[in-house]
């Protein structure tokens, strides 16, 4: 699959990073990043950087075959509830279809999403995974 | 010529100040790999490799090096933005023209301040990256350096090295010793042009010289270095608690520590890789961290670092307080070994793109 690559260099920061909008009058957070607050429309935001942990709410699994994109298959899409109280949706990884339910911990890690094989660029971004014990 | 014999060397004023570890979860079993290819059953014993650690087909030097080094900056509690230089040490690339630093820097909030690059010498350029960390810090160029050893080890399918090469990455972060909970005593390395392992332009796989790798490489350098360590510092092996050697296999660790007068259970505790395979600049990287997650102030480790081509960089460094504190911020070594799942040899090959397929 072929990105537009100033489209993904403009979009880095948040494929590398999970950025929420805090409303400072509310206090609320959301996802991704406004510039008024969606809950009570306070101008009054900033934005924050998620620390990247959360829980599985939902997940189902997908075979769509996109172009080029075969060896990633199949993939585990998940609805995460960040630590933060926002919900994200993320592929997740490193766990099997048998273990994944509902309250498992996770974590955002950087892993490849796409690559224009042979000679375009690799694509990075953050998927999830189980936290490893110990963290 | 005097020896000013007061002067503290410049390594003392630096330390550790958190680290991190990376081990895929996929393992493949060296005796599935051996049967595979018609070695002999006892082989995988003889080199004491049981198992390999294999990156999946969305990791690679860039991804492991990047979980390594975040947990390295969430155990040390530093700013990344007051990280001043990003070295990555590795011999597989994922663009042979493009900084993987730059990405683990911008995906991990690093200041856009610094020095980044990646550093090539084989399995010892995540040391080199180190020896770069302390004396940028040492000469206060920069408060704190991000040093990171982090591989997908490339073999040729059939090749022996195929039961040992694997994956894994780990991160140092390099700080004022004061900071530190390991401050380096001292550090030397020591180079020459051996043609032991190489792998060409253009080259998927690497070459190596077979038993070539033994004695006038591997256990040349590390010996040469070890010794220049001892002299210059005036210790002994009877002066360390722990020895660290890089781990082609298991079986090398234990050889070269004996034949410069470690017993081996100064060795055992940072041998990893029986479990993981050779993670090339993760490999003595990974073996010290696991010291570090049971050692107690006051403790002395040697850490000898090797690299085919060839070098060795030989540290000797003291656990300060507070060690104990830090390794329960993160993930330990100990953990990542037991976070496992075997797959079979046709899913390591499509793990690591053993197979050619008819796209672009």
Known sequence: MKYSIPKFWRRKEGYYQIILTKCRECGKVAFFTYVRCPYCGSSNVELVKSCGRGVVEEFTISYNRVEEGEEYLPKIIAIVRLNEGVRVVGELVDIDLSEVKEGVEVEAVLRRFSSDDPHGLIYYGLKFAPVIKGA | MFRVLCVPR?????????????????????DE???????????PKALWIEEKAVASVDEDTVTMGWYAAKVAIERGNV??????????????????????????????GISKKKLSTDMEFACRAGGEGIRLAIALVASGTIK?????????????????????????????????????????????TY????????????????????????????????????????????LAPSDFDYAVFHQPNGKFPLQVGKKLGFPKEKILPGIVTPWIGNTYNGSALIGLAKVLEQAKPGDRILVATFGSGAGSDAFSIVVRDGIGERVGRGPKVEDLLKRKKYVSYAQYAKSRRLYIRNIG
């Open chain 2, 79 to 108: 700013d990344p933005e007051l990280i001043g230089a990003v070295f990555v040490g590795t011999e597989s690339k994922p663009y042979a023209v493009k900084p993987s630093a730059t990405i683990i820097a911008d995906a991990l």
């Open chain 2, 33 to 43: 790999i051996a049967s595979l290819w018609g070695f002999e059953k006892t082989l």
């Open chain 2, 10 to 30: 410049p390594e003392s004023l630096t330390g550790i100040v958190g680290w991190g570890v990376y081990i895929p979860r996929q393992r493949v079993k060296a």
């Open chain 2, 191 to 234: 180079v020459t042009d051996t043609p032991d392992f190489w792998r060409r332009e253009g080259s998927k796989y690497p070459t190596h010289g077979e038993i070539f790798t033994g004695e006038p490489a591997y256990f040349h350098h590390i010996m040469s270095a070890v010794k220049m360590l001892f002299d210059e510092l005036g």
């Open chain 2, 144 to 188: 704190y350096g991000l040093a990171i050893g982090s591989d997908t080890a490339q073999a040729s399918p059939g090749d022996v090295l195929e039961l040992t090469a694997s994956s894994g990455a780990a991160a140092y972060l390099i700080g004022p010793a004061e900071e530190s909970v390991a401050q380096f005593e001292g550090v030397v």
